[in-house]
């Protein structure tokens, strides 16, 4: 209990400014039961009775005892008849057991519901660490922890083992990758907590097979009502692993309810080469395909929901922490990747797919990666009614992906009802999504509905308040193959009959800066340099959106200033529009909403998109006159600003105009807070 009273208060800290969620974040996880108040003894009873439902969850109907004040032995007895299969356990405030359950002597405040736990007959009981470690021989029995169990001592080599520092492992997760060895039961936290879990000394696969890794392994059964504190390091030059603190692979399988407190490093190395190594070119590499979580790895087709991960990570590393740009390197404060299981034959024909789905959840760590997102590195799923709070970078020189909540959303992964509020730097980075994939041909995902990014966003080539890059997949034949979904391509192209929009009701609040002179390069002798006369590009910072390529979006809005600085030499004049050129230095794009959009799209496919009045756009140095640049059409080209409004402050302005939901958004604090609203989750 004392734990998770912790995780609440650091959860409320983070989440300073967002009352509304901030509350019910406290109520999921410290467990604040409405309804009752457990006062001390000798306290005077409370005045009022109240009614009391008993849920009994043996298909029986519920039960109603009126005139209730305090719980008695008689109001907690078990529901007859017992379920089938099953023995009663407690009674609970809440569906899904969470907190403390109901015991006699508390005090009812309000009408409150009581709700039957049940237990599946022959369900193991687990208090120790060798019992906890026994589950890896019979992982397709179901389980319940008793009691908190610590790990800090626990060991995978014998006492007094040479090299013993080099070689122990710390923890053997439950679950193995191989068929018949992944953990398929259920295994209940029953409330309780697992510390010290600490893995390291990690070792690649000799066959390239993926090393699933944390308290789990790889699992296709469930885990509930469960906290682990943990530490985790994967040397620099180890490859091929699903690393989280609860689990490394959930396949088709699920997390509820669980919280993740803990780092995990993968830090540089230093190679020891010697004359057959130069001669063999056996020199080792950095890591590279890792999917790396707070709470889990690799979600293939599972779910995830209701889960917390927070950091205690302290000086110059992020709770998540990787040094490598190599590829395939996933990052995500809840979840590394986020996918679909697909079952194939074996031709490696799809049969059917299951999508990975992530809910009610919130990451508080800070992340650095190559592809680092608040909440997830790749999303390939849903995703809805999340947030995160951490702030999340990658590597602003070298290619990495930043994202407040999600580095890369792609063409099959959705994101609604979220935010984050960290801030975001890499070479390309978004206040929600480093980039965006949108797919016109099947436009089935690539999607996010009711989100919003509220940190600073600075970038290394392309920034955007609330996506570094919203990049769409044509197919060959053009609109014409556009799926239906997207628009009648039978009759004339207008807004009636515009079906689809990948980002809409969505809002950009913080300020976005790109300035390349400020980036640190390593020259060919590997020193660090700030002059890199070789590298030549443009940068792209948009107040929303950094660089688009066939935008469908309406109603959005973005409140942040932008500057984009590119300070290198410029060989050839480039025509800004309007009669405006450059050659001085290389073009930098930046305007108050797209910073630049490569797009063929007509004025109905992007429509009521504003920025708040006031906000001010630099490139090179030098004010950008929005004004002067108000689109009439398309903003297919870089120049074009959009409107800016004085009514932002106003809850008409979302409502009437925007049409934004009111069940979804909170508009109490709009004129008091720069007319910003935030969401209901």
């Not at 406290?26 to 005077?44: H, S, Y």
């Not at 992906?401 to 099959?412: Q, T």
């Amino acid at each position: 209990m004392t734990i998770l009273i912790l995780i609440a208060g650091i959860l409320a800290a983070l989440l300073a400014g967002c009352a509304e969620t901030a509350e019910e974040a406290a109520v999921r996880n410290a467990a604040e039961v409405p309804g009752f108040t457990q006062l001390a003894d000798g306290d005077d009873p409370l005045p009022t009775s109240y009614t009391l439902i008993r849920q009994p969850g043996n298909g029986e109907p519920q039960e109603t005892v009126a005139n209730v004040v305090t719980l008695t032995a008689e109001h907690l007895t078990a529901p007859v008849p017992a379920l089938s299969g099953h023995y009663f356990d407690a009674w609970y405030y809440n569906s899904a057991f969470t907190g403390s359950p109901a015991r006699e002597g508390d005090r009812l405040t309000a009408d409150t519901t009581i709700y039957a736990k049940w237990v599946q007959t022959g369900t193991i009981n687990v208090s120790t660490a060798e019992e906890l470690a026994a589950i890896v021989n019979a992982p397709s029995l179901n389980y319940r922890l008793v009691a908190d169990i610590d790990l800090s001592d626990w060991s995978t080599v014998a006492e007094g083992e040479e090299n013993a520092e080099e070689t122990d492992k710390g923890w053997e997760p439950i679950g193995g990758f191989a068929e018949g060895e992944e953990f398929s039961g259920n295994f209940d936290g029953n409330g309780y907590t697992v510390s010290g879990l600490n893995i390291r000394n990690l070792v690649q696969d000799e066959e390239y097979n993926f090393l699933p890794v944390g308290l789990f392994g790889k699992v296709t059964g469930s885990i509930s009502r469960l906290t682990v504190e943990y530490s985790i390091d994967l040397p620099g030059d180890q490859s091929r692993f699903y690393i989280g603190g609860i689990a490394g692979w959930v396949s088709r399988g699920t997390v509820t309810d669980c919280t993740a407190i803990g780092k995990i490093t993968n830090l540089g190395f230093e190679y020891e080469g010697n004359f057959w190594d130069q001669i063999a070119g056996s020199y080792a590499e950095p890591t590279t395909n890792a999917y790396i979580g707070g709470v889990v790895g690799f979600l293939e087709g599972g779910t995830v929901t209701r889960c917390v991960s927070q950091g205690t990570a302290t000086g110059e590393y992020s709770d998540i922490h990787s040094i490598s740009n190599e590829a395939d390197n996933y990052l995500g404060g809840l979840v590394g990747v986020s996918d679909y299981y697909n079952e194939t034959d074996e031709d490696g024909n799809v049969l059917s797919s299951v999508a990975a789905r992530i809910s009610g959840s919130v990451s508080g760590m800070s992340v650095y990666g190559r592809y680092a997102g608040g909440l997830v590195g790749y999303n390939n799923g849903t995703l809805s009614t999340s947030f995160a709070t951490g702030d999340v970078g990658a590597s602003l020189a070298y290619p990495g992906i930043a994202g407040g909540l999600v580095a890369y959303n792609y063409s099959d992964g959705s994101i609604a009802r979220s935010y984050a509020t960290g801030d975001v730097s890499g070479r390309t980075a978004g206040g929600l999504v480093g980039v965006n994939i949108f797919d016109f041909e099947t436009a089935v995902g690539g999607t996010i509905s009711d989100a919003y990014a509220a940190g600073d966003v600075t970038g290394g080539e392309y920034a955007g308040g609330f996506a570094g890059r919203a990049v769409s997949n044509l197919p060959y034949g053009g609109r014409g193959d556009f799926a239906d979904s997207v628009y009648d391509d039978s009759v004339e192209h207008n807004s009636d009959i515009q079906y689809f929009f990948m980002i809409e009701n969505c809002l950009s609040y913080g300020n976005v800066e790109i300035d390349v002179s400020e980036i640190v390069y390593t020259d060919y002798n590997g020193n660090p340099t700030t002059d890199a006369p070789d590298v030549f590009y443009a940068v792209y910072a948009g107040g929303f959106i950094g660089q688009a390529y066939e935008l469908y979006i309406r109603n959005a809005v973005s409140f942040g200033n932008v500057a984009a600085t590119s300070n290198r030499p410029g060989d050839v004049s480039v025509d800004l529009g309007g009669g405006e050129t450059t050659s001085e230095f290389n073009i930098a794009y930046a305007n108050n909403f797209v910073g630049h959009s490569t797009s063929l799209v007509y004025t109905d496919d992007c429509y009521n998109v504003y920025a708040a009045a006031g906000v001010t756009v630099e490139r090179n140095g030098e004010p950008f006159d929005t004004g002067a640049h108000v689109s009439e059409g398309s903003f297919g080209l870089n120049y074009n600003s959009v409107e800016e409004r004085s009514d932002t402050d106003t809850v008409e302005f979302y409502t009437d105009l925007l049409d934004f939901d009111e069940t979804l958004w909170n508009f109490s604090r709009v004129e008091d807070n720069g007319g910003r609203p935030t969401l209901i989750i």
